[in-house]
């Protein structure tokens, strides 16, 4: 802990260094973190895709040589050229432009149902963890009555019922996804819960919410951004998979899954239109995962030492 | 706890689960915006016919009244008509039911022998080729979205190739006799080997996407528990008596390192009744996922709360009985 006393009397330099003294454990272990991350280079590779995926995403609008919805039927399903290097499709949309225009939709895809699986699992997770009791067994019954059903099929009757749109599909996802998190969430709570600052707070008069929001809830964040990592991969393949099948994106929106779906009609002589928004899927997809199991490899202590 | 009171909990827990099962799929079925009598009698019925008709399928009166009426029939086996097919829709899903086990058994059977087969080797021969390939192997198989590796593959093997069907159980020309609606078993059972041999070749492809996933999880979690058991202390002194290594390692080390795969492959079944809707839309495969798609697609409700709700009972039943093989093997697991 620095000492605010002291600090006044010390000159800059020194004061610096005083600092970089104090935080040295942690700098330690960041420059080891960024070690391991060098010394794992499927990490890196999952960093650098998600990177790139990124970049498009921002710079869509730019990088996209055609519109992704403009038309042209006098040239409908061209092969792959210099011009069109993913080809044509049905409608003479420019197969390229859309999967790049595409990586909006998946990116906003991702941010949402991660924040509102997140905020739906934070609240009942932490609730049922601090409270713990009749409350915890209430909301644990809801949670598992979520996980009695395959994700994917629980995710399509939501989308379904809702009507399919994007919209639709991504709160279906949501509310499928939000127990992973709960569950997560319960389990840190209810350590959290038991410890003696805790308990002192308490006696000070805070009152459960405030315990809550303030305290257990920073504490319990971490364990959920890793889990997030490891999901964002899932998330991308069960909403393109909810496109395919016609109870997600509805065309024209060039939503990845459901550009696939529709080359699939052509597939035997036009297999562009198929085949690379689905390579796109994938290497977005293999991107989270590899950064997902290198950050699990690298918070591991038995890798870490 | 004892292992009888284990069951016994679980049990009742999955009692209620299954009734909370039930009151979701209701809630969903019944938001469905679509007006089931329009879909039944067409936009321009009299009004007398509407009426008439919200009387017959129970939707004038009170929704709670209507869930109980849906309550009582589901636990009668009742799931009402398909609005599609006109038939009763447990008859629907029986007929379609095979197919998807048939598919199911033989994804997982390919998933187990190749998935414990390349971790085992992975972890015997850490850092070498085969490690580097099956690594490789395994992350690609929980990237690549199934439904579009299923239509490369039909591009290759059908388009292309000509070597595998596209899609189907077997060929339309084929008419086998239905025994029991595995269609494998069926035509050893009657002696129709043509239907035996076409049906293995409608297998091979979907069973590959299917079961692709779950081989890589499974090779995921038997490099790294085989990696922990060979670092134990029994290895290494059955390595000092002198034993062969590959003694050491198929008779001690194997037979340990394969529980945490057992728990995994129950865990692989959710995925795989998952993966299913998905495989058997691309391969026109006769089963119950390809059903509940089809009658999501034309909001058919009655289907769709049917096949809903048998697909999270076969889930939570197959759940529960992992869970109870776990606690049977694992005593720490009774909490």
């Known amino acids: 802990m620095r000492k605010p006393s002291s600090d006044k009397k010390i000159s800059g330099q020194s004061a610096f260094r005083e600092f970089l003294r104090e935080r040295k454990p942690m700098l330690d272990d960041v420059r080891h973190t960024v070690y391991l991350w060098k010394k794992t280079p499927l990490a890196l590779v999952g960093t650098v895709i998600i990177c790139l995926f990124l970049l498009v995403a921002l710079f869509a609008p730019l990088l996209a040589p055609y519109s992704p919805i403009a038309t042209d039927l006098s040239r409908k399903l061209e092969a792959p050229s210099a011009a069109h290097p993913f080809g044509l499709d049905q409608f003479g949309r420019d197969v390229l432009s859309r999967v790049i225009m595409g990586t909006r939709i998946e990116v906003s895809i991702i941010v949402i149902i991660s924040v509102i699986s997140i905020v739906i699992g934070l609240i009942v997770g932490i609730v049922a963890g601090y409270f713990g009791g009749i409350i915890d067994e209430i909301l644990m019954r809801i949670t598992d009555i979520f996980l009695a059903f ?90 393109a998979s909810l496109g395919f099948l016609g109870l997600g994106a509805q065309p024209p929106l060039p939503e990845w899954g459901a550009i696939v ?36 490899d690298i918070l591991d202590p038995r890798i870490r030492r | 706890m004892e292992l009888s009171s284990f069951i016994l909990k679980r049990l009742i827990l999955m009692v209620v689960v299954i009734f909370g099962v ?54 009668r086996g009742n799931f009402g008509n398909s609005l599609v097919s006109s038939r009763s829709v447990i008859t629907d899903i029986l007929e379609y039911l095979p197919a998807t086990i048939e598919l199911a058994i033989s994804s997982i059977i390919f998933a187990v022998l190749l998935g414990t087969t390349l971790g085992l080797l992975s972890a015997v021969f850490r850092n070498r080729f085969i490690d580097h390939f099956s690594r490789v192997f395994s992350i690609l198989g929980i990237s690549l979205p199934g439904f579009w590796l299923g239509l490369i593959l039909i591009l290759f093997f059908y388009y292309r190739l000509g070597w595998l069907p596209s899609g189907g159980q077997y060929d339309m020309f084929l008419s086998p ?72 390692i198929l008779r001690h080390a194997l037979r340990n390192a394969l529980i945490p795969v057992v728990t995994i492959i129950g865990l692989e079944f959710g995925g795989l009744l998952s993966g ?19 009658s999501l697609l034309t909001l ?20 529960l009985v992992v869970d109870i093989l776990y606690a049977a093997l694992d005593p720490r697991m009774r909490a």
């Open chain 1, 150 to 239: 395959p994700r994917l099929v629980l995710a399509m009757a939501f989308a379904a019922a809702l009507r399919p749109t994007l919209t639709n599909a991504i709160i279906a996802i949501s509310l499928v996804e939000w127990t992973v998190y709960a569950r997560l969430a319960r389990a840190e709570a209810m350590k959290i819960r038991s410890q003696p600052y805790i308990e002192a707070i308490r006696a000070v008069g805070a009152s459960n919410i405030k315990i809550m929001v303030f305290h257990v809830l920073p504490m319990s964040i971490s364990p959920i951004i890793v889990q997030l990592t490891m999901r964002m991969g899932t998330i991308i393949l069960t909403a």
């Open chain 1, 261 to 296: 779906s529709d080359g699939r009609s052509y597939l035997m002589n036009n297999w562009w239109i198929t085949a690379f928004p689905g390579m796109a899927i994938a290497v977005t997809v293999l991107g989270f995962n590899l950064l997902g199991d290198g950050i699990r």
């Open chain 2, 22 to 75: 039930l009151i979701i799929v209701f809630v969903v079925t019944r938001i469905i915006p679509a007006d089931p009598v329009g879909a039944i009698l067409g936009g321009n019925a009299p009004p007398a016919a509407v009426d008439a008709m919200r009387h017959q399928l129970g939707l004038d009166k009170p929704i709670f009244m209507q869930l109980l009426d849906y309550l009582g029939g589901v636990l």
């Open chain 2, 177 to 248: 006799t239905r025994v029991t609606g595995l269609v494998l078993l069926d035509s050893v059972i009657t002696g129709e080997w043509n239907v035996f041999f076409n049906a293995i070749k409608h297998l091979i492809l979907p069973t590959f996407i299917l079961g692709y996933s779950s081989t890589a999880s499974i090779a995921r979690i038997m490099r790294a528990s085989m990696l922990d058991v060979l670092h134990q202390n029994y290895i290494r002194t059955a390595r000092a008596k002198g034993l062969p290594k590959k003694t050491v």
């Open chain 2, 276 to 294: 299913a809707v998905l495989t058997e839309t691309i391969f026109s495969w006769p089963g119950l996922g390809r059903y509940i798609v089809n």
């Open chain 2, 300 to 319: 058919d409700y009655p289907a769709i709360s049917g096949g809903t709700i048998f697909i999270a009972l076969i889930y939570s039943v197959v759940n």
